[in-house]
C-alpha cells in the first residue's frame, strides 16, 4: 500500500517503513505524527483519488531526528562596480519513518 502525501508545500510517494527528509515539523525524536493531507491512496490496482483529499484517509510517522541540510551558497556579484554579497543558508529538516496508512 502506498500514499501520496502533502507536507511543507510539497507531495511525497510514501510506504510503510520509508524514511523520509522532510521540511521542519514541531516535535522531539521519537514523538509520532499524523499526515492528513493525502492526496492519493493506492493498494495493487485499487486507486483512490482525492478531490483535493481522500476523506478519511492519515498516514501516521515517527520523527526519527532533527538535522539540518547541506551549507548553500548565494553569491551575487555585479561586474566592474566591486559589488558582491555572499549569503549561506542551512534549510532545517526532519526525517521521518512512516509507521502506517489507513484510508
Excluded: C, W
Aim: net charge positive; proline share 2%; hydrophobic share 35%.
Amino acid at each position: 500500500m502506498y500514499a501520496v502525501i502533502k507536507t511543507g508545500g510539497k507531495q511525497y510517494r510514501v510506504a510503510k517503513d520509508d524514511v523520509l527528509e522532510i521540511e521542519r515539523l514541531a516535535g522531539d525524536a521519537g514523538s509520532n505524527i499524523e499526515f492528513t493531507e493525502v492526496l492519493m491512496v493506492g493498494e495493487g490496482a485499487s486507486v483512490k483519488v482525492g478531490t483535493p483529499v481522500v476523506a478519511g484517509a492519515k498516514v501516521t510517522a515517527e520523527l526519527v531526528e532533527q538535522t539540518r541540510g547541506p551549507k548553500l551558497i548565494a553569491f551575487k556579484k555585479r561586474r566592474r562596480k566591486n559589488s558582491r554579497r555572499k549569503r549561506g543558508h542551512r534549510q532545517d529538516l526532519s526525517m521521518v519513518r512512516i509507521t502506517g496508512i489507513s484510508g
